[in-house]
């Protein structure tokens, strides 16, 4: 008995000493006590999981505390013990019998492990570039006690940490998602952590809730009474004129907002969009007004819009939608609005209602970019050419924001519409991808995804295009597109004095072909790089626009070319083109009475006969490659089998499962457009790149159907007025 006492006493002697021995803790939780005691702000007293929050978020402002006095986010791991020990005593005044650690699991030694082996300002300042920082106090050095500021904050600093702040977060209490809000109270917000806008926007502690007064209930009830019958009757009649205006106003079709599915609901659950009424949204852009409109699309108008706190924001204006698509819609609102990335456009919010007379309306809003578009820049009417460092730096934020829609997120998101006038430009040029109207999400295993063409002319994939297989190199075809605009100030598409088309594509690879890469750069272009940059630049350009799909990189691979030092890939051979350089066509067609263009030996003359491709055969007669569509329609509508006879002597044209193909007078066919796989597969095993067609036929240079779609899509544009936006 008497060993077992001794026991007992050597033990707690031991833990005594143990105590003793720890380091005194430096966080400063006097400075939670005062905020607690000044306001009514306390931890909640029912829900365990909202109590552990409110613990864990006032650990983190006793940090930027400590963070602004010594530089330092994390106490010793000696000091963790003591430090646990002084917060379980400010938190018995409120919560008696709650243990800090066991009730939420917090680990002991958490307190003092950070996020990637970060603890100190200077390492912090080490991995986030200053352009980063800049940005954040941009947005955060204000007051945040407003939704608005506040918004714009977060927003910044969640773009921050999902791209610098990747590490594994240790525990849950110093994890890489709250060192932005850290080191943003300590450093970048004027009023610092210990304000109750900071605290209540950067750690979710709202220190002074408003409270409804009670003198003044008093006093209105009073006044009431006083009123007495006067009152009382004032106020049944401003009721019954407000129910009757309501009543008319419904009549005439005033917009009333939808009863949402649950996918749409679980939107604001799970991030922190703001759902807007349609109302607001028709304030903000004055009735969607035209002068409001800054851009024009296929699937919607763009609005600039000023919001009742006076932030700027645009409004994308869906067109044509209906009710039934809304769960598809909340999936991809949510998807999209989880993507944050620096030179990604940030979602703010989204709206759908449905009006009697205007019908069902989505719209998205998200933060409006002062500096324009890209398009806006180079074709723009300002006289001022961007730099070459400037132009760099688009091309490059560009493609980083490109792989991380291909390869960051989850899914996997293809934008579909890459064009100059979707890169928005910051105030220091920064690009930020915008438009994600047409984006589809690629599930996890598949390769490709067929669906129906949308876009916009010159700069739709090839085998998009002409098969409607999209891949995540669809965008980096767009991409290549982008770049040559970007570096020759030459739009994708385009139309001469003299009406003929051009594609800025062909012209790049035409004259990288010759070895006058450098041809491509525009002409007083400021501050121009070195010529061994602006080379690699131009070849990656005509790489990733190549016609084939497989010869063109992944973005996160053009990423590395531009970056680093990685050597460029040699360029595919580009298939013998049906549409020829328009200048090498005139001055061809200049040397001959008849107009006629030869084609290689053993092929069929191409000609252009009033503005028309035609095929010339030995005898010279010829039959146009481009009937008018109201011809082929009635034609075909006449026959049984839809099959278009040619003039004589010339196999039938026919079409198969909406394939067009070539028929033999013996009946027997093969199909023009074959699927490109097998075209690549084909063409790999040939040096030439010919494919050959069954015996009997005329040989099809590769992708020969290609250059026949382009020519015939660039001259019925011409014909239609130039029509910009491709939907088929």
């Known amino acids: 008995m008497f060993n077992l006492l001794l026991l007992t006493i050597t033990l707690s002697l031991v833990q005594t000493q143990a105590q003793n021995n720890t380091a005194p803790c430096p966080l400063d939780f006097n400075v939670l006590r005062n905020l607690t005691s000044a306001g009514s702000g306390r931890p909640p007293n029912s829900d365990i999981n909202q109590q552990c929050q409110y613990i864990l978020q ?69 991995i986030v570039p200053v352009s980063a920082l800049n940005d954040a106090a941009s947005n955060c050095n204000q007051s945040l006690e407003n939704n608005s500021p506040c918004a714009a904050c977060t927003t910044s600093l969640s773009t921050l940490q999902a791209s610098y702040l990747t590490g594994t977060s240790i525990g849950n209490v110093s994890d890489c998602q709250a060192y932005p809000s850290i080191y943003a109270a300590a450093f970048t917000n004027r009023y610092g952590p210990t304000d109750k806008g900071t605290a209540k926007c950067l750690f979710l502690l709202d220190f002074f809730p408003k409270k409804s007064s009670k003198k003044r209930s008093k006093v209105l009830i009073l006044g009431v009474l006083l009123g007495g019958g006067v009152g009382l009757v004032v106020l049944i009649g401003l009721w019954w004129i407000f129910h009757k205006r309501k009543k008319r106003a419904d009549k005439l079709g005033r917009v009333l907002e939808t009863e ?56 994308k204006r869906f067109k044509n939608c209906s009710a039934a698509g809304d769960s598809s819609f909340a999936h991809e609102v949510e998807v999209i609005a989880s993507v944050r990335h620096v030179n990604l456009v940030a979602l703010r919010g989204y709206c759908t209602a449905t009006s009697p007379f205007e019908g069902h309306q989505r719209i998205i809003v998200c933060d409006l970019i002062k500096n324009g578009t890209l398009h806006d820049h180079l074709f723009g009417s300002s006289a001022e050419k961007l730099s070459w460092p400037i132009r760099q730096k688009i091309a490059l934020g560009t493609a980083r924001g490109l792989a991380y829609l291909h390869y960051g997120a989850q899914p996997s998101i293809i934008h579909r519409d890459i064009k100059a006038s979707n890169i928005l430009l910051d105030e220091s040029f920064e690009p930020k991808v915008a438009d994600f109207g047409l984006a589809k999400f690629t599930p996890e295993g598949m390769t490709h995804l067929s669906t129906r063409v949308a876009g916009t002319m010159g700069y739709v994939a090839p085998e998009y295009a002409l098969y409607g297989q999209l891949t995540e190199r669809s965008d980096v075809f767009s991409f290549g597109v982008v770049l040559l605009e970007l570096l020759s100030g030459k739009k994708a598409f385009m139309v001469d004095h003299e009406g003929q088309p051009s594609i800025v594509t062909d012209w790049a690879w035409s004259l990288v072909r010759e070895g006058r890469t450098l041809d491509v750069i525009e002409d007083g272009m400021p501050e121009s790089g070195s010529q ?53 066509i005139e001055r061809t067609a200049s040397r001959s009475a008849s107009g006629q263009l030869s084609s290689p030996t053993g092929y069929q003359h191409f000609t252009f006969e009033n503005d028309s491709p035609s095929i010339r055969n030995e005898e010279g007669s010829s039959f146009s490659l481009l009937a008018e569509m109201d011809d082929i329609e009635r034609t075909a509508s006449r026959s049984a089998s839809g099959q278009l006879s040619s003039p004589a002597g010339y196999q039938h044209l026919t079409f198969e499962n909406d394939r067009p193909s070539i028929r033999k007078e013996e009946g027997s066919s093969f199909s023009l457009v074959a699927e490109m796989d097998d075209i690549e597969r084909t063409a790999s095993r040939s040096a030439s790149g010919q494919l050959s067609s069954p015996a009997g036929y005329q040989h099809l240079t590769f992708v020969a159907q290609l250059a026949i779609s382009r020519m015939i899509a660039l001259l019925s544009a011409r014909k239609k007025g130039q029509v910009q936006t491709l939907e088929q």
Request: negative net charge; aromatic residues 10%.
């Open 58 to 126: 006032g650990l983190r402002l006793v940090q930027s505390h400590y963070l602004q006095l010594n530089n330092s986010f994390l106490p010793p791991l000696d000091s963790a013990e003591s430090c646990w020990r002084n917060y379980q005593v400010l938190i018995d005044v409120f919560l008696p019998n709650f243990d800090i650690r066991s009730s939420c699991g917090f680990n002991t030694s958490w307190i003092s492990q950070g996020c990637m082996n970060i603890s100190t300002r200077s390492q912090f300042e080490a």
């Open 532 to 584: 061994e940059i602006l080379e690699k630049y131009v070849l990656v350009a005509v790489l990733c626009s190549h016609p084939q799909l497989y010869a063109r990189p992944t973005m996160d691979q053009v990423v590395k070319m531009l970056e680093t030092d990685l050597s460029i890939p040699s360029i595919p051979e580009r298939p013998i083109s049906l549409v020829a350089e328009m200048d090498d």
């Open 260 to 315: 949402l599915g649950s996918g749409l609901e679980s939107i604001s659950q799970s991030t922190s969009l703001v759902k807007y009424t349609f109302d607001e949204i028709r304030k903000a852009t004055r009735n969607f007004s035209r002068d409001n409109i800054i851009g024009r699309g296929g699937y919607g108008n763009v609005y600039k819009g000023e919001l009742p706190d006076g932030s700027l924001v645009a409004f």
